[in-house]
């Protein structure tokens, strides 16, 4: 039981550059989020998906493209990729009511943008 | 923007000491509070949750919660070493469909 699995867990980029952050989950979560976690920042919500089918904006969601492909997976796409988003990236779900209740955390993707 | 608010630290305490760790938040149509816990190079993990004004207990841990001053806590007693992480709060949206985190509180505890 892998619970949320991200891929890559590292990733170097050069600016301009694209590239797509995978997350999966086996917890038959019905809401999955995308967060980025800067020093000093604190965690930023990018995107949500409620349920299968719909996605929503979050906070910072320029530069972002998100994919909800089936109940399982979410993922986060960088058409350009800027040395602005170097950051860490998390994906995460909720079992019930999303925004209510445990999120549940991938381990993180951490991108350098150069 | 709304807002959840932590001092970032670090609050150091001695083995043994009680650890208090405060947050204030902004939407007044919050409903729900969670405290996360997060080590350094890993992923938050939730450790409390509180819906209700007044205290909630867990082992270490009490949750305090009170709506009218906007106000949530965390006490941690008979602090340990391996409770040295950055704890996270974190309250739901006006949407219902986020949580908003604060920047995070980093605790030091001392042997």
């Known amino acids: 039981n892998a619970g949320v699995t991200q891929t890559p867990k590292f990733q170097v980029l050069k600016t301009g550059q694209s590239m797509t952050l995978q997350c999966a989950q086996d917890m038959n979560h019905n809401s999955m989020y995308w967060y980025r976690q800067d020093p000093g920042m604190g965690l930023r919500l990018i995107y949500y998906?409620?349920?299968?089918?719909?996605?929503d904006k979050g906070e910072v969601p320029n530069g972002y493209n998100v994919s909800r492909l089936n109940k399982r997976e979410f993922s986060l796409r960088l058409e350009s990729a800027a040395p602005s988003q170097t950051s860490v990236y998390f994906c995460?779900?909720?079992?019930?009511?999303?925004?209510?209740?445990?999120?549940?955390f991938g381990e993180g993707s951490r991108l350098t943008v150069l | 923007q709304k807002e959840v608010e932590q001092n970032s630290g670090p609050l150091s305490v001695p083995e043994g000491a009680i650890a208090s760790l405060n947050c204030t938040y902004s939407d007044r149509g919050s409903q729900s509070f969670f405290w996360y816990r997060q080590y350094s190079g890993k992923s938050p993990e939730l450790i409390m949750s509180?819906?209700?004004?007044g205290d909630k207990e867990d082992g270490r841990f009490t949750a305090q919660l009170n709506k009218a001053s906007q106000y949530v806590s965390l006490l941690i007693r008979d602090s340990q070493p391996s409770d040295s992480a950055t704890y996270l709060c974190a309250a739901t949206s006006n949407s219902g469909y986020a949580l908003n985190f604060g920047k995070g509180t980093s605790l030091l505890v001392t042997p």
């Open positions: 509180i819906y209700s004004n």
């Open positions: 995460a779900t909720n079992r019930g009511l999303a925004g209510t209740g445990e999120l549940f």
């Open positions: 998906s409620a349920s299968e089918g719909t996605t």
